[in-house]
């Protein structure tokens, strides 16, 4: 069973100190929740897991299965089974969602075998009518240019679209849940919770609650100023929903 393990993990941005030792397991087959105020270094921790050159490592640990994650090229973790959605998804011009998928799987089988020619397109074309269908996806969706004029539910979606596509063994989904109205989340919320698998370990970053009523989280952890504060149970969530995170601070896990 591989586990994404994080140790000890100090990491600064921009010379700015944010993560100040963050510990964490998240095993395959879980879901995991990160909950913590603006600021607190959520979207940081997001972005040192997928490699971004940005974020400097100055110690600790990071494995997947494993396998050391630090210095890895962010294709190359990709490959190993890691997804991250971003927060911000941007529009690839003149790029439609079928192509960017079929090339993004095209991308990792070839990392598994290098003689690999690439999904065979009809294929590719029933995977994606499956996936869709499961989503409950517009099959239209997949003819357009990526995230152009998309809304922020349909961007939303094409991120799971992409995660059911890839099958990776470890998801990190940083605020999947902003700016969408309540249909939207429950939609997207579902859609994800459909995916759940014994195979694939699901980190949910939110700085809302609201989600994690749908994709029921097995664990809860509070991040406050670049560190883990407390963990515990799906109450957890709602405990910080009802009184907010000042009260984390004062307790003697703080
Ligand atoms: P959260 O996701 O919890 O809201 P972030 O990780 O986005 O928090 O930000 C944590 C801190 O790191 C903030 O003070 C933010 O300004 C800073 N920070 C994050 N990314 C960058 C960056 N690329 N350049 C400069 N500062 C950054
Ligand atoms: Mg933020
Ligand atoms: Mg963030």
Do not use: C
């Amino acid at each position: 069973m591989a586990s994404l393990q994080i140790s000890d993990l100090f990491v600064k941005v921009e010379n700015q100190q944010i993560l100040n030792g963050i510990n964490l397991e998240v095993p395959q087959g879980e879901v995991h929740a990160i909950m913590g105020p603006n600021g607190t270094g959520k979207s940081t921790l997001a972005y040192t897991l997928m490699g971004h050159p940005k974020y400097e490592i100055e110690s600790g640990q990071i494995t997947l299965g494993g396998v050391d994650l630090i210095g890895m090229a962010t294709e190359e973790r990709s490959r190993l089974g890691l997804f991250l959605a971003f927060q911000y998804p941007v529009a690839i011009p003149g790029v439609t969602v079928a192509n960017f998928l079929r090339t993004a799987m095209n991308a990792h089988r070839k990392a598994k075998n290098p003689d690999d020619k690439g999904v065979p397109i009809p294929e590719f074309r029933k995977l994606l009518t499956e996936k869709m269908d499961f989503l409950k996806m517009d099959h239209a969706m997949a003819g357009r240019y990526l995230n152009e004029g998309f809304s922020g539910g349909e961007k939303k979606r094409v991120e799971i679209l992409q995660m059911a596509m890839l099958q990776p063994t470890m998801a990190i989904l940083d605020e999947t849940d902003s700016g969408l109205d309540i249909d939207a989340l429950r939609i997207v919320s579902e859609g994800i919770e459909s995916l759940k698998s014994n195979a694939l370990g699901i980190l949910v970053i939110t700085h809302y609650q609201r989600m994690l009523n749908y994709l029921k989280p097995d664990v809860v952890h509070v991040m406050v100023d670049g560190k883990i504060l407390m963990s515990g149970g799906p109450d957890l969530a709602l405990k910080l929903e009802k009184e907010g995170y000042e009260w984390i601070k004062s307790t003697d896990a703080a």
